[in-house]
């Protein structure tokens, strides 16, 4: 026991004042981030792979892939592993070994942002086309650009409206689109079919791009053999997270462009390397991780631990229903969305809501036990006949699903 345990971490870890006990402040982050783990089931991040073995060794050098992966010239510490990293992602994805490109990015917001840029620069006047339960970045993303955003509805479940999409294409047919499709909304983890995105375009006979936002559930979709970027998908580019299904211990990500939708880049002088990516100086410890994921699990690790994400996601349906809570989920998914539960569940347990609806994440390393004491003390706190009713209007009806 310390005297700092009574001080707030943010009393302890102010730098303008007395000297600071920097062990002390280390002890009390890791005391809460360890307190908060063992009800933390709203965020989508893995929890189940051990990264030891690169924070030791590597993690107090820097390592630094600056510009272009593919590029040859100047500084880049992990850029063979990062190469590694982007042709296993390209290989899953089923894309032709001459039309690919891609890098190691800071997350899903990189990903999205360097795709729909390229994208951008190639088709200036396009209209960019995103669904309501799209991410908060791809707004943000379409603001940054400066470019024209259409909003298209999402039916009940979190999935694109096609017939409003058609309706909106159709009216702004002579520009071209750029199209976002999402693999794994937010909220309830809902799949855009990108089969269905390009009839719309096809019929309309508008050009452009077609982006792919699978942050969440890109890797276990394409270990499915479900998400492609192959000639017939029709797909241009795919944004996907490090931290979430890999639970890589830093933000990261991967995005990947097929290389005819691509701009020629400018070649910079001083580091001798393309600037092909949105910063310069990039993370090659994220590389390294992202490497290692793959390198100790590979395939068939992945999908095992995609498969029993996706029972546990089953359980948790089932005990829930149980209990007397309309959960529901995607039949892919591993979220699982609820009515949101009284406040002092939600104090305890750490959820994502969105008024009226709730969701956990059955991420890797989530367990049953975990699952079982949250039923436990949602019981305890609601009897069911004070359970909210799912409203007929909004995010909690499930459209097709159960
Ligand atoms: C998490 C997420 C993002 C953003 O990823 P960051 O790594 O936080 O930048 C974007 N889109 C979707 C669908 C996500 O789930």
């Given at each position: 026991m310390t005297g700092h345990q009574s001080l707030s971490l943010a009393d302890a870890a102010n730098l303008s004042g007395a000297p600071v006990d920097v062990t002390a402040v280390l002890d009390h982050l890791i005391r809460e981030a360890e307190a908060a783990a063992a009800t933390s089931i709203g965020f989508p991040g893995a929890v189940d792979l051990d990264y030891g073995e690169v924070m030791t060794r590597l993690g107090n050098r820097l390592w630094n892939n600056i510009g272009d992966p593919a590029d040859l010239g100047g500084v880049a510490h992990t850029r063979v592993l990062e190469q590694a990293v982007i042709a296993w992602f390209a290989d899953t994805l089923a894309?032709?070994?001459?039309?690919?490109?891609?890098?190691?990015?800071?997350?899903?917001?990189?990903?999205?942002?360097?795709?729909?840029?390229?994208?951008?620069?190639?088709?200036?006047?396009?209209?960019?086309?995103?669904?309501?339960?799209?991410?908060?970045s791809i707004p943000k993303i379409v603001r940054m650009l400066g470019a024209r955003g259409v909003v298209v509805n999402a039916d009940a479940g979190g999935e694109m409206d096609y017939a409003h999409l058609a309706a909106q294409v159709g009216r702004r047919r002579r520009w071209p689109a750029i199209l976002v499709a999402t693999a794994g909304t937010t909220l309830t983890e809902a799949v855009d079919d990108t089969t269905s995105i390009r009839t719309v375009?096809?019929?309309?006979?508008?050009?452009?791009?077609?982006?792919?936002?699978?942050?969440?559930?890109?890797?276990?979709?394409?270990?499915?053999?479900?998400?492609?970027?192959?000639?017939?998908?029709?797909?241009?580019?795919?944004?996907?997270?490090?931290?979430?299904?890999?639970?890589?211990?830093?933000?990261?990500?991967?995005?990947?462009?097929?290389?005819?939708?691509?701009?020629?880049?400018?070649?910079?002088?001083?580091?001798?390397?393309?600037?092909?990516?949105?910063?310069?100086?990039?993370?090659?410890?994220?590389?390294?991780?992202?490497?290692?994921?793959?390198?100790?699990?590979?395939?068939?690790?992945?999908?095992?631990?995609?498969?029993?994400?996706?029972?546990?996601?089953?359980?948790?349906?089932?005990?829930?229903?149980?209990?007397?809570?309309?959960?529901?989920?995607?039949?892919?998914?591993v979220t699982v969305v609820m009515p949101t539960p009284p406040e002092q569940v939600r104090k305890k347990w750490l959820l994502a809501t969105d008024g009226a609806t709730s969701h956990l994440v059955c991420m890797p390393g989530i367990t049953h036990g975990q699952i079982d004491a949250f039923v436990a003390d949602l019981t305890a706190a609601a009897p069911p006949r004070l359970i909210p009713r799912p409203r007929a209007d909004g995010l909690s009806t499930p459209s097709r699903t159960l």
């Open positions: 894309m032709p070994r001459d039309d690919r490109w891609g890098y190691v990015t800071t997350g899903g917001t990189e990903g999205n942002l360097s795709a729909l840029h390229t994208a951008h620069h190639r088709h200036p006047t396009a209209r960019i086309y995103y669904s309501t339960a799209a991410h908060y375009l096809d019929e309309y006979q508008v050009n452009g791009h077609l982006h792919v936002d699978a942050a969440l559930s890109g890797i276990p979709l394409a270990l499915d053999g479900r998400l492609r970027l192959n000639d017939d998908s029709g797909i241009s580019s795919i944004a996907i997270s490090g931290h979430k299904f890999l639970g890589v211990p830093t933000p990261s990500g991967v995005v990947l462009i097929r290389d005819h939708a691509r701009n020629t880049a400018s070649r910079i002088t001083y580091t001798a390397t393309l600037d092909t990516t949105i910063t310069g100086s990039r993370c090659g410890l994220a590389a390294a991780l992202l490497w290692h994921a793959i390198a100790t699990h590979g395939h068939e690790g992945h999908r095992w631990r995609a498969t029993q994400a996706r029972r546990l996601a089953t359980y948790t349906v089932n005990q829930l229903n149980a209990a007397g809570w309309p959960a529901w989920r995607h039949p892919h998914a």
